[in-house]
């Protein structure tokens, strides 16, 4: 069905490349006839770069990156993507070094990085240095919130920097960065090393994270619609394979192998519990899900005021291809959700419509309401 070559897809050494993962070794790609090659990248900003001259033919992919580079606002000309497929809720969490914690006081909270952040400035010291993993990442968007509920400005207070997600353990062991916002298994890692202190996960801050899509182009996904929903089928399967507690463990030595992930199988087992890949809908991607991250971008002035979140977020997140691929196992169709609880302080949000975009241009100009 392939072709005459392998389809290659992308991913980052992470815990939520599991599905894609999963899907060749355990041979539910094989299973629908597909010939698939799976290829490691080095940064996000490689993802980026081949998903937009063809590189790739699919991708494991940071969903805001999916968003930014269908606006052509991730540093590249405008691709349109399509995210048929959610990889994962949960995995992300905020990790600051050990000597930071210590300073912070009990908890690691958000506070107790404020008083610090307040007393460095008085002393004259340099601001402290965290690092994400992409501009266009859940994990900066969720750091940003964290900093922001405490009074810090992330843009003036501390020093944002990026770095490749395998990397981020050495920077703090290093003295590099003193904190980190990563999926895992980089922050489990950090702390067995005894570099780092977990202060908060995602799933405690944003409960059931949105994080990794599988992301095609939407030339790809019309030119190939066959290979694609083949695609999805295996990765259905593998979605459910790796949620069973029984497979956890076979899960982790997969993910350990130096090709893939090539962290300690135990530290990847350790931290594959909060994350979900299938079960309760996990793997349907809710145009929801993306309202809510464009949102974010909006706030921090990374995407225009004037951008359509609606119309975005329907047109890059595409249920309705899920849903196919779902029927055809015979797995019941997700409802899409209408309102996502538990995000900004409790408050609901839904997907905005015309009226609120005036609303959506003030926010991004005063985050503060």
């Keep these: 069905m392939s ?5 290659r897809l992308g991913f980052i050494a992470l815990n939520d490349a599991a599905v894609v993962i999963a899907a ?26 081949k998903m937009s001259v063809g590189a790739l033919d699919g991708a494991h992919m940071l969903a805001p990156t999916a968003l930014a ?9 405008p691709t349109p993507l399509v995210a048929p497929l959610a990889l994962n809720l949960n995995g992300p969490a905020i990790t600051v070094a050990s000597r930071i914690a210590a300073a912070i006081g009990p908890g690691s909270t958000a506070d107790g990085l404020a008083r610090l952040v307040a007393r460095r400035r008085e002393e004259g010291a340099s601001p402290i240095t965290l690092a994400v993993v992409f501009p266009f990442s859940v994990h900066n968007y969720l750091l940003r919130d964290w900093l922001a509920r405490a009074g810090i400005d992330p843009d003036r207070d501390v020093r944002l920097t990026i770095a490749p997600p395998s990397r981020m353990t050495e920077l703090l062991v290093g003295g590099i960065v003193e904190g980190f916002c990563v999926t895992e298994p ?4 950090a702390v067995a090393a005894g570099a780092g202190v977990i202060a908060v996960r995602g799933s405690q801050f944003w409960p059931r994270t949105p994080d990794k899509v599988f ?33 956890r463990a076979e899960l982790a030595a997969l993910l350990a ?7 300690d199988a135990a530290v990847i087992e350790t931290s594959l ?33 004037e951008v359509d979140i609606e119309a ?10 899920h849903a196919i691929a779902a029927e055809a196992l015979g797995l019941p169709t997700t409802p899409l959700l209408e309102v996502l609880e538990g995000f900004a302080e409790k408050a609901s949000f839904r997907l905005p419509t015309a009226q609120d975009h005036a609303v959506n241009a003030r926010l991004s100009r005063n985050p503060e309401g």
């Excluded at 790609?29 to 597909?34: S, V």
């Excluded at 190939?224 to 399967?237: F, G, K, N, T, V």
């Design 3 to 7: 072709g005459e070559r392998p389809l």
């Design 24 to 49: 060749k070794e355990k041979g539910f790609f094989a299973d629908e006839g597909l010939d698939v090659e799976l290829s490691r990248q080095v940064s996000w900003a490689t993802v980026r770069d």
């Design 69 to 77: 580079i269908s606006l052509g606002a991730a540093g590249a000309e």
């Design 186 to 189: 980089w922050d489990t890692a």
């Design 215 to 247: 992301a095609v182009t939407e030339s790809w996904a019309a030119k190939r619609p066959d290979e694609l929903q083949a695609l999805l089928r295996a990765m259905l399967r593998a979605g459910a394979w790796a949620d069973e507690a029984a497979n």
């Design 257 to 263: 192998q130096p090709h893939y992930v090539g962290a």
């Design 273 to 305: 519990e909060d994350m979900v890949f299938h079960a309760d809908g996990a793997s349907a991607p809710q145009p929801t899900h993306a309202g809510w991250l464009l949102s974010q971008m909006m706030r921090w002035a990374h995407i225009p005021a």
């Design 312 to 321: 975005v977020a329907r047109r890059v997140y595409r249920p309705d291809l």
